[in-house]
């Protein structure tokens, strides 16, 4: 089995909703398993700053799949929770990002693990770190939790629930 972690994040809609939809439809994967769940902060967008707060947490997940094979669950999940095209940074309905597949370092223009930006964005440190506080970069092993968080972008308005798990399961 492998250790996944995602980020996860809403910003149309009922966010809350949209993000326990997506742990749900993880979980009953028959080949997937979530394992921990972050906080949900609100937070402010990134880009085009004429939309809408998101709602971001982090999961850890179990899988028995390969990095290719998660990566399009994912991306299925998120259709199937109904995503929208959008432009880069946009509003959108759900948006699931790799963050790590265990300690696997890939760089192809389709898929990039570790997701880039995990250092300088808050709102995907802060919750990563509430759930694997002694994770680490694998290409030069330095732990997240040795990152200066009052360095990086700061989007994180507040926290609105503290455990992800703890809204009512979706149907």
């Known amino acids: 089995m492998s250790k ?3 980020g996860l994040g809403s910003n149309i809609g009922d966010k809350l909703s949209y993000l326990n939809k997506a742990v749900d439809l993880l ?3 028959e080949n997937c398993s979530v394992v ?5 902060y609100e937070t402010a967008p990134m880009g085009e700053k004429k939309q809408n ?3 971001n947490a982090a999961l850890e997940v179990q899988t028995d799949l390969d990095v290719y094979g ?3 669950v994912i991306k299925s ?7 929208e095209k959008s432009y880069r940074w946009g509003p959108r309905e759900i948006d699931i990002d790799l963050l790590f597949f265990d300690d696997m370092v890939i760089d192809t223009p389709d898929l990039t693990v570790p997701h880039k930006g995990i250092t300088e964005r808050d709102f ?3 919750p990563l770190l509430d759930i694997a506080p002694d994770i680490a970069l694998p290409d030069s092993g330095k732990k997240l939790s040795e990152f200066n ?6 989007y994180i308005l507040r926290k609105v629930l503290e455990n992800l798990s703890e809204i009512e399961k979706v149907e």
Do not use: D, M, Q, W
Request: include cysteine; glycine fraction near 4%.
């Open 4 to 6: 996944v972690y995602c």
């Open 27 to 29: 979980n009953s994967h």
């Open 36 to 40: 921990s769940a972050s906080p949900v």
């Open 53 to 55: 707060n998101y709602y």
């Open 70 to 72: 998660f990566h399009s």
């Open 77 to 83: 999940i998120e259709k199937e929770i109904g995503r």
């Open 124 to 126: 995907v440190l802060v």
């Open 149 to 154: 968080i009052s360095l990086t972008n700061h």
